[in-house]
């Protein structure tokens, strides 16, 4: 059942590959999202809804227009068979192998391995999956364009901020019983959702499992994520007196950091270097 699972979620996959194919060719040219409907790039035709069911329709039609026999470019079916990929692999790392090592998921290892996945289960893979497809869809606009459009990066973190606060630390553990420092020693924290609060001891005021503590942490990653950037940005401009780095980039890591916290995006950021 679990691999039935897996399944689901590449379909799941494949169906948001579907619409960030459809936000890739509009947002960039600042074209509407909701009218007109999906058309033919070629002969502006309308899609029907059979006509538009992810990878299966591209392999009836041959890959060509239903109407005016235009080709439609490979890049559509190629992005919804990676995007199923992406959520098929997210799946069974995070929920099956528990690769976040959240004590959660320990405890239901079980009923995962069975093929029950709980509620807050399905919590964590859905935060994590809308990153995923809003990181892939900038990163196909910045591939094509060369720039991030603006409108993904401020929705993408407003969801994230949405999320940090419907699933606050330590989410999806239960919050009793949290350690308590030793002196300057900081105590090894429960791994939730998001991987650390916003900063620990706790603050009477921001209690665990609040949403005011969930706000704060996603607001302190967008924060971190946007300075950090715009730091590396505002630096190498005044030692060159040239430009090394857009502004989409620093967009970018503001919505990273409203979903996963200031900790790892700071970290993020160094590491991606190398590569």
Not at 105 to 113: T, V
Not at 118 to 139: D, E, K, M, N
Not at 150 to 157: C, D, E, L, R, V
Not at 193 to 200: A, C, K, M, Q
Request: proline share 10%; charged share 10%.
């Amino acid at each position: 059942m679990f691999y039935i699972w897996i399944a689901l979620a590449f379909l799941l996959g494949a169906c948001a590959g579907e619409v960030i194919n459809y936000c890739f060719y509009r947002l960039p040219l600042e074209k509407s999202l909701f009218w007109p409907g999906p058309r033919c790039g070629r002969c502006l035709h309308p899609i029907r809804w059979f006509d538009n069911v992810p990878l299966l329709s591209y392999a009836l039609l041959r890959g060509r227009c239903r109407n005016c026999h235009g080709r439609i470019p490979l890049r559509y079916p190629v992005v919804e068979l990676l995007t199923g990929l992406l959520f098929a692999a997210l799946f069974y790392v995070e929920i099956g192998q528990n690769i976040l090592g959240l004590p959660y998921l320990e405890r239901h290892a079980a009923d995962i391995a069975a093929g029950n996945i709980p509620a807050a289960a399905w919590a964590v893979f859905g935060c994590h999956a809308i990153l995923v497809s809003f990181l892939l869809l900038t990163s196909l606009c910045d591939l094509d364009d060369m720039a991030i459009p603006m409108p993904i990066t401020i929705t993408g973190t407003l969801i994230g901020l949405m999320c940090s606060a419907l699933f606050p630390w330590p989410f999806p553990g239960a919050e009793r019983s949290l350690p308590q420092p030793v002196g300057f020693v900081p105590p090894p924290l429960p791994t939730g959702l998001y991987p650390w609060p916003v900063w620990y001891p706790l603050p009477a005021w921001l209690p665990p499992g609040s949403w005011q503590l969930g706000l704060a942490t996603g607001l302190a990653g967008a924060f971190a994520g946007m300075m950090v950037m715009r730091l590396v940005r505002f630096t190498y401009g005044t030692a060159r007196g040239i430009e090394g780095l857009g502004v989409g980039d620093a967009d970018l890591m503001m919505m990273a950091g409203a979903f996963v916290g200031w900790q790892p995006v700071v970290l993020s950021c160094f590491v991606a270097a190398f590569p």
